[in-house]
């Protein structure tokens, strides 16, 4: 049974950092992409980082780049999103989610197995 599961969302000032967590089980990460996305309220679903395990590759929303990184311990089988330089447009909550296949693109369509999402509010 594939389960992913977000956590490490809070309350923190704007310029502040926070890491976020994503337990996997029941997949190998080989051969997919994990993808972190966010949805405010009121607005849809966007995706903010991927790492790709078939090539070790890792891609960020326009928004979050040089300010996101995300990256993952295989042992662990873990994927984490370091958010530092946080600001108040970054309010949202945050899910994790693995690709249907190898094949992927930054969309939720493109993406399943969505876990309970983790809450991140940037005040001012």
């Known amino acids: 049974d594939v389960q992913l599961q977000a956590s490490g969302g809070g309350l923190v000032q704007a310029g502040g950092s926070l890491r976020l967590s994503c337990a996997a089980s029941g997949f190998n990460f080989d051969v997919y992409t994990v993808g972190w996305f966010r949805q405010a309220p009121g607005k849809e679903r966007e995706g903010v980082a991927f790492?790709?395990?078939?090539?070790?590759?890792?891609n960020y929303f326009d928004s979050v780049k040089g300010r996101f990184t995300i990256s993952s311990d295989n042992a662990k089988k873990t994927v984490y999103l370091q958010m530092d330089s946080l600001k108040p447009e970054d309010t949202a909550v945050y899910f994790c989610?693995?690709?249907?296949?190898?094949?992927?693109?930054?969309?939720?369509?493109?993406?399943?197995?969505w876990g309970q999402g983790t809450e991140v509010t940037v005040s001012q």
């Open positions: 790492i790709s395990f078939t090539n070790n590759s890792t």
């Open positions: 989610a693995r690709s249907h296949g190898v094949t992927w693109y930054p969309s939720p369509t493109a993406f399943g197995s």
